[in-house]
């Protein structure tokens, strides 16, 4: 058989690793080989905005992680589902597109500012990566580009809900904002969204797609990666199993590992990289010790508040039995109707203990009664309104771990939400805070009763967060960079993996804390910079 030799691999096919993937043909000519362990992004549900949620339960396409018992939860644990699919993340998320805020990237400037061979990480430097990643449908400035393959498009249909959640929000005092991703994240408005005329944008159909017939990028779909291949503290390639078979594949220049936060150190420490002592209690000899690879889990916690409709108001039961059919045709002859949307059409970013601020909490307001699965028997099936609140910039931090060394083994997850007090203080505040938006008008005229949490105390709102939180699918840190004096960073400035050569890591799990926002926009930036860095 002959040698399967690139100039760069791939690991990992998710929204930084396309772009990656893409950007390293494109831009620099290279043969590229991009393994991704999941299926083919081509199915009607994953393409049409609200399909989705006909598949996040039980689903192929997404990998469910459960994690340990959480002890400040009382012993509860909880799933935290993962693309198992081309696209990543960007193939099966509600599709808001969200950058966070300058400050978040200054702050990571700041924290890299020690290495030796430094790389900006300001506001500044990343813009023209989200700028040239982004074809907006309505703005075109500073801040936002219009020929970018990722297409970003205001929500295609709005339900009342929504609107009278903005209403009651701009009642309470915060100003209408009518870019998230603009001047102030700060107010009430409309989200943007990865999508175009009813069809997901997702970067596996904005970058990989258009190479679908160019030779210098190989695809391997349903190819798990079982280790990084070391020799002599060098990366040179990726052993990997497919349709039961196990293979060797070689990379000329550099592997680039794109497997996402939780997947990502699990596949670092099975080739010896990370905590000397955790890879000793495995039998995996140590090629680097590095004691950040699998800590400083970081994500976003969210808990629902949740109220009765006194009305056949929004989205309930839209996509089962003559409604779906209805909805269907509508889209099919009209190009309109529900399903040019996935249900998140407005939001808010909002600082409730500290109102001019730089916000703290960020709402999703859902048009029906939305609970995980895990709660889903809490609460009637029937017309209603949720607000999760989220708390954007948690202090918490969990850990990945091996579970043993089978490469088939899922990881130990631990990611701590809420587990800081301040954490829980900011959620209490942003709860009680939209509570009140459920109480005013002219939402309240809409609503039969505040079903979920019962009670608005202290006490018992801190009961029902501890009962009702769950992750909001951003899951990061988990390998980041750091400066030269920072112990635990894992990868430096250039996000090369620190005491291998040839290797680096581009997704979420490179980020130094979190950004105020969603993940999948920050998370093709990461896979555009890391091609850039590569190339230059």
């Not at 939402?443 to 202290?458: E, S």
């Not at 939180?469 to 400035?493: E, F, I, Q, R, W």
Request: proline residues 6%; aromatic residues 8%.
């Amino acid at each position: 058989m002959a040698r399967e030799e690139f100039d760069y691999i791939v690991v990992g096919g998710g929204a930084s690793g396309c772009v990656a993937a893409a950007q390293l043909v494109n831009r620099g000519g290279c043969r590229v080989l991009l393994l991704e362990a999941g299926h083919s992004h081509h199915h009607p549900l994953l393409d049409m905005p609200p399909g989705i949620f006909k598949l996040i339960h039980g689903s192929k396409y997404m990998r469910y992680h459960k994690t340990i018992p959480q002890e400040h939860l009382d012993g509860r644990a909880h799933e935290i589902p993962q693309g198992h699919v081309l696209g990543g993340g960007s193939s099966v998320n509600a599709q808001v597109y969200m950058r966070g805020r300058p400050s978040d990237y200054d702050e990571w400037d700041s924290l890299l500012s020690g290495n030796a061979e430094s790389a900006d990480w300001g506001w500044n430097a990343v813009l023209k990566h989200f700028r040239s990643i982004e074809g907006n449908n309505r703005f075109n400035n500073e801040r936002h580009g219009i020929d970018g393959p990722l297409l970003v498009s205001d929500p295609g249909h709005v339900t009342d809900f929504s609107r009278w959640f903005i209403q009651a929000v701009q009642g309470m005092g915060e100003p209408f904002n009518a870019d998230f991703n603009g001047p102030t994240q700060r107010g009430v408005g409309f989200y943007q969204f990865t999508n175009r005329n009813g069809r997901r944008s997702s970067a596996a159909y904005a970058y990989i797609e258009p190479l679908r017939n160019d030779a210098r990028l190989t695809v391997k779909l349903k190819a798990e990666v079982l280790r990084v291949v070391v020799e002599n503290r060098a990366a040179v390639g990726v052993a990997y199993r497919q349709n039961g078979e196990e293979k060797v594949a070689y990379a000329r220049s550099e592997v680039i590992i794109s497997a996402g936060a939780l997947v990502t150190p699990k596949l670092l420490m099975l080739s010896g990289i990370g905590p000397a002592a955790h890879l000793a209690d495995h039998g995996i000899p140590c090629v680097a010790d590095l004691p950040g690879v699998g800590a400083n889990l970081i994500d976003h916690p969210e808990v629902p508040i949740t109220a009765i409709a006194n009305g056949k108001h929004g989205y309930f039961k839209q996509g089962t039995g003559w409604r779906m059919i209805k909805n269907g045709l509508q889209f099919k002859l009209f190009g309109s109707g529900p399903i040019l949307t996935a249900g998140l059409e407005a939001g808010a970013l909002v600082n409730p203990l500290e109102r001019a601020g730089e916000p703290t909490i960020q709402a999703f307001p859902v048009p029906i009664v939305y609970l995980d699965r895990e709660a889903h028997d809490a609460l009637e099936d029937t017309y209603g309104f949720t607000i999760t609140t989220v708390v954007v910039k948690p202090k918490s931090r969990g850990f990945v771990k091996l579970r043993s060394p089978d490469p088939a083994a899922m990881p130990i997850v631990s990611p701590h939400l809420l587990k800081e007090e301040e954490d829980m203080r900011q959620m209490i505040a942003g709860q009680r805070f939209f509570l009140e938006a459920f109480r005013s008008a002219p939402l309240a005229r809409h609503l039969t009763r505040i079903a979920l949490p019962a009670h608005d105390d202290d006490e018992n709102l801190r009961r029902h967060c501890k009962r009702f939180v769950k992750t909001n699918y951003h899951p990061a840190g988990t390998c980041k960079m750091g400066s030269d004096t920072d112990s635990m960073a894992v990868l430096d400035a250039r996000m090369r993996v620190r005491g291998v050569e040839g290797l680096r890591v581009s997704d979420m799990s490179a980020v130094p804390n979190i950004n105020a926002g969603n993940t999948n926009a920050p998370a093709m930036m990461l896979g555009d910079r890391c091609a850039d860095f590569i190339l230059d």
